[in-house]
């Protein structure tokens, strides 16, 4: 059976790429500390030697739209193109491509669809920068092979902060049951408290530092419990308007398990949002 | 109410880089013209059929052909779809990084708790 290498959570910044490529006068004054704390970040998943890496983000917008919505879709193709025009134009990412691991999108399809998850999937997706930000910073290579996987955090109606709980602990389940000998790591990407296109956005810090700081403490000590019995989503509006990606978060903590304390945890207050890395390692606490 | 209309024209012009800089230059010509002949395409789908029923409110009309993106939360467009455009057409036009972003969110700024419902 597959081995569960390291579950991390992370926020996903689209700046990161352009702060820590950008040189002289370019270079905010940010960008140096930021670099650090990435690559520390990065050893945490290097540390981990994972062959195959499943990807939870949301798309933003871009190849899925309210014709069509689905709640969670995990793709299932030999490729994926990677970033959109609309991205390169506002944050400068590069266009990339990865590959796909199709018999453990396969494995997850077939054993999520059995425990009750009405999957959606898809053959042809082109991926974001819910999951090309953590590629850049923690595999810039981008040589392993992914499986993403789509959660609606963005137009409502959307699934219930539990749900996204279950699915995480479903995930872990069925990456720990897939028949192969190989090392999968499962990376997460949400926000903490977050404004876009309300008056709240861009501020000297996140909308809610004081939602951010009980977030890292739920997250960091694996309290599920606790973090069920206060978010819900009308909660989720309070810290701002796009906290909902917080949700992803809480996916990420099912995958952790109830009560796993974070191996690794590090954050990095910058103007409109709390930076916030996870690690656990799974196999290092049985 | 016709805000998905709303939100699929902040996503259909979002994407293409001309029709970004046309809604930029003639704001109520490029509304209108996407109201006639684009608002009813049907994305993803065969190319032949069209839906037959969607229209602009006209305070929703009157807000995009405007460029008024406080009247646009007003009335519960999706954030995300129009800060993204917004800021395509108008950062340029801000010396100060996020100069346009800090404008916006100072001319939202009398916005309190609850935010209009964005629900499509």
């Known amino acids: 059976m597959a081995t569960l290498a390291a579950v991390i959570a992370s926020t996903h910044h689209p700046f990161y790429y352009r702060a820590s490529t950008a040189v002289g006068e370019d270079r905010p004054p940010f960008a140096d500390e930021w670099v650090a704390k990435i690559t520390a970040f990065r050893e945490t998943l290097t540390r981990a030697a994972p062959d195959v890496l499943v990807m939870v983000g949301s798309d933003h917008f871009h190849q899925l739209w309210l014709d069509n919505m689905p709640q969670f879709l995990v793709g299932k193709a030999p490729f994926y193109d990677a970033n959109f025009y609309n991205e390169e134009r506002e944050f400068g990412l590069p266009r990339m491509l990865l590959k796909g691991q199709e018999d453990l999108s396969a494995h997850l399809l077939r054993e999520g669809l059995d425990a009750g998850f009405d999957l959606a999937f898809s053959n042809e997706l082109r991926i974001d920068h819910s999951i090309t930000c953590p590629i850049i910073t923690l595999r810039p290579e981008a040589d392993l092979p992914i499986v993403p996987v789509y959660t609606n955090i963005f137009a409502p109606p959307l699934p219930r902060p539990g749900r996204f709980v279950e699915l995480g602990r479903a995930i872990r389940r069925m990456v720990e049951s897939w028949p192969a000998d190989l090392r999968v790591a499962v990376i997460g990407t949400g926000h903490l408290s977050l404004e876009l296109g309300g008056p709240r956005q861009f501020g000297a810090h996140g909308p809610d530092p004081e939602f951010d700081r009980r977030a890292v403490e739920w997250i960091s000590t694996g309290d599920i419990e606790g973090c069920l019995s206060e978010v819900t989503l009308d909660s989720l509006w309070t810290p701002g308007n796009a906290t909902h990606g917080f949700m992803d978060f809480m996916l990420m903590m099912g995958v952790a398990g109830e009560g796993a304390k974070a191996d690794y945890v590090d954050t990095l207050d910058l103007f409109h949002t709390m930076e916030a890395y996870f690690t656990w390692y799974p196999g290092a606490r049985a | ?120």
């Open chain 2, 1 to 120: 109410m016709s805000r998905y209309l709303v939100d699929k024209f902040l996503f259909t012009v979002d994407r293409d880089p001309e029709l970004v800089e046309r809604y930029r230059e003639d704001p109520a010509g490029t509304v209108a013209w996407w109201e006639r002949d684009l608002a009813g395409s049907l994305l993803n789908c065969h190319s032949g059929e069209a839906t037959t029923w969607l229209r602009f409110e006209d305070a929703e009309r009157e807000a995009l052909a405007a460029h008024d993106y406080v009247r646009l939360f007003e009335l519960g467009a999706h954030p995300f779809l129009t800060l993204t455009l917004f800021i395509a057409m108008f950062e340029r036009d801000h010396d100060e990084p996020l100069g346009f972003q800090k404008e916006y969110a100072r001319r939202l700024a009398h916005f309190g708790l609850p935010y209009p419902d964005i629900a499509t």
